[in-house]
């Protein structure tokens, strides 16, 4: 990442994740109201994530954190299958959850990461320990996309597939799919979790190239912020 791109990437953090809280946080209330009528548990939820890959020459290791969300899941959501990533009409998710993930409104509370420090405005989503270990043994390159760079409440794979990974039917990357999904048409591989997570990692990697200009990191950054709210406001995603 160049030197000025660090630079100027904190302070954009500082100040959006500032202004965020700001104009985000009458929100709050609504939705903790929305949480709790609907289910008994906490408003919050509390998860370790990875940060940035920290260099070594052995295998790949990350900073961890621990992410803030508003929960969207029942509270016993792991009980009997442990740590996995929410597939399309999980039943997990509550009718409020779905609602908050659809708006990305569950992910507020990681402006508070953001002004610790924790993660970025813009960059790749921040996946569990558990979770990240296998991806990166079944899909080469994987921890390339936080080398270097923190993980980001939005970014350019947040803004261009759904809430999953999956791509919009219709979307440059959905004519690719036959290329990127299940190449050797194997019947039990179809719809695999790493078919979206490879689509994932394209745009990681797109906008970590983007970071080495100065002026490319400018322009792609406004861009993902601004697009970001409009987003939201459709509901994309589940």
């Not at 509370?109 to 993660?119: T, Y």
């Not at 558990?130 to 996309?145: D, G, H, V």
């Not at 936080?146 to 409440?153: A, F, H, N, S, V």
Request: net charge positive.
């Amino acid at each position: 990442m160049h030197p000025a791109v660090r630079l100027t990437k904190r302070l954009v953090d500082v100040v959006g994740a500032i202004a965020g809280l700001t104009i985000t946080l009458p929100l709050y209330v609504p939705i903790a109201i929305a949480i709790r009528a609907e289910s008994r548990g906490p408003i919050f939820y509390v998860q370790r994530r990875t940060g940035r890959l920290i260099e070594d020459s052995r295998h790949p290791r990350w900073e961890e954190f621990d992410i803030l969300k508003f929960r969207s899941m029942t509270c016993d959501a792991e009980r009997g299958v442990g740590p996995v990533i929410s597939k399309r009409g999980d039943k997990r998710i509550t009718k409020v959850g779905r609602i908050l993930r659809a708006s990305r409104l569950d992910e507020l509370p990681q402006l508070w990461n953001v002004l610790r420090g924790d993660m970025s405005l813009v960059g790749p989503r921040p996946e569990r320990p558990e979770i990240l270990r296998i991806l990166t043994s079944a899909i080469p390159f994987f921890e390339e996309r936080t080398r270097g760079m923190k993980p980001g409440l939005t970014g350019l794979a947040q803004i261009s597939l759904d809430y999953t990974g999956g791509a919009y039917a219709g979307s440059e990357i959905a004519k690719l799919l036959p290329t990127l999904t299940n190449p050797f048409d194997i019947p039990e591989a179809q719809g695999a979790l790493a078919d979206d997570m490879r689509s994932k990692l394209l745009y990681d990697m797109a906008y970590a190239a983007a970071l080495e200009d100065f002026w490319s990191y400018v322009r792609i950054e406004a861009w993902i912020i601004m697009r970001t709210p409009l987003v939201m406001l459709r509901s994309r995603g589940r």
